[in-house]
């Protein structure tokens, strides 16, 4: 089993900044077959939505329209950690972050779908005011 720990959630005012971190512990055969890591976000009354995807290995990165050229995910695979640095923030960027993992090779048709990815963090709220 993997387990994943987000920390780097707070408030912030419009046009700030943010880095989210994810460390991943666990079982060390599952988490050498991780395939991407990855964040996913939540409002209240909406559903999860994907954000951003990695390989570990090295390859494609995927990103949500909505925050291309605002977001930039990135690795440090010696510490089984992955971040999302955002900045730019808006107000519509309110949300319970989450941090996940997946055995799946995806692209772009799969990497936003919640069941392809198998370990989920408990969450970290980011609030960002106008």
């Known amino acids: 089993q993997v387990q994943l720990v987000e920390s780097g959630g707070g408030s912030v005012q419009a046009g700030g900044s943010l880095r989210l971190s994810c460390a991943a512990s666990?079982?060390?055969?599952?988490?050498?077959?991780?395939?991407?890591m990855g964040w996913f976000r939540q409002a209240p009354g909406k559903e999860r939505e994907a954000v951003a995807a990695?390989?570990?290995?090295?390859?494609?990165?995927y990103y949500v329209d909505s925050v291309k050229g605002r977001f930039t995910i990135s690795q440090d695979n010696a510490q089984n950690t992955v971040y999302l640095q955002m900045t730019s923030l808006k107000p519509e960027d309110t949300a319970m972050y989450y941090c996940?993992?997946?055995?799946?090779?995806?692209?772009?048709?799969?990497?936003?779908?919640?069941?392809?990815?198998?370990?989920w963090g408990q969450g970290t709220q980011v609030t960002v005011s106008s």
């Open positions: 996940a993992a997946s055995h799946f090779a995806l692209h772009d048709g799969t990497w936003s779908l919640r069941e392809r990815w198998n370990y």
């Open positions: 990695i390989p570990p290995a090295g390859g494609s990165t």
């Open positions: 666990g079982d060390i055969y599952a988490l050498n077959y991780l395939d991407y």
